[in-house]
């Protein structure tokens, strides 16, 4: 285990469901990420939260919600979703801010997630 | 606009030989560059990094990369490769705006006994 873990590992959901999934990090981490990542293309950053500030990337749409109610836990909120945004969804963690944050992610094992 | 490409979607190699695996960059100022490897099911795993000094960085499992300022590269490699190394390789470069990461699409190296 990598100190980072996602639950649940596979998702299998209806187009009207609600589901959230779950990152949790126990290594002093102060920053956390969302990224989705879909076959033979770059990682998706989606959402960022640190001490600082959160990030989004405009492009995500708001059938994604993210919650970080401290620093060691992350939610992704799904709704309405639809069947392309079915991918493997990863949480990750890194220590520092500004410059510092880029020195080494720490990565879960993800969410794998199917729309139907 | 700062960019990470990796040219090649998979790099098939026999057992024993060594291996490459590309990727070239484009950013405004010094790069700091990333190599991430993902097993099957499984997360990134951070590999290796440059921030500066030597062009040779050394990584885990043997790997290493090679910085080349001129051809703005940084290429993954490992003088003999394992059936075990058989996984997805992604590199990425630091965004200057904003310090997050910028990720290449991935490349698949297979390792044939």
């Known amino acids: 285990e990598t100190g980072v873990t996602q639950t649940p590992r596979h998702l299998v959901m209806g187009m009207t469901n609600k589901k959230s999934l779950k990152c949790e990090q126990h290594?002093?981490?102060?920053?956390m990420y969302w990224y989705k990542q879909s076959a033979k293309k770059p990682l998706e950053l989606m959402f960022v939260?640190?001490?600082?500030?959160?990030?989004e990337n405009n492009s995500v749409p708001s059938r994604f919600s993210p919650e970080c109610p401290n620093s060691s836990h992350l939610f992704l909120h799904l709704h309405t979703l639809q069947p392309e945004d079915s991918a493997l969804y990863l949480c990750a963690s890194s220590q520092g801010s500004g410059t510092g944050r880029s020195y080494g992610y720490t990565f879960g094992s993800g969410t794998r997630l199917t729309v139907v | 606009a700062q960019s990470v490409a990796q040219p090649e979607d998979q790099v098939n190699v026999a057992e024993g030989n060594p291996l490459t695996v590309k990727c070239t960059y484009s950013v405004s100022g010094n790069p700091y560059l990333f190599w991430y490897v993902q097993y099957p099911n499984r997360g990134l795993q951070f590999l290796l990094k440059y921030i500066t000094g030597d062009n040779l960085v050394k990584g885990s499992y043997g790997f290493e990369a090679e910085f080349n300022k001129s051809q703005t590269s940084f290429h993954l490699k490992k003088p003999s490769a394992l059936v075990s190394d058989s996984a997805l390789y992604f590199c990425?470069?630091?965004?200057?705006?904003?310090?997050?990461?910028?990720w290449g699409a991935g490349t698949k190296l297979i390792i044939k006994p």
């Open positions: 939260y640190s001490l600082e500030e959160r990030v």
């Open positions: 290594l002093g981490h102060n920053a």
């Open positions: 990425a470069v630091r965004d200057d705006s904003n310090y997050q990461l910028i």
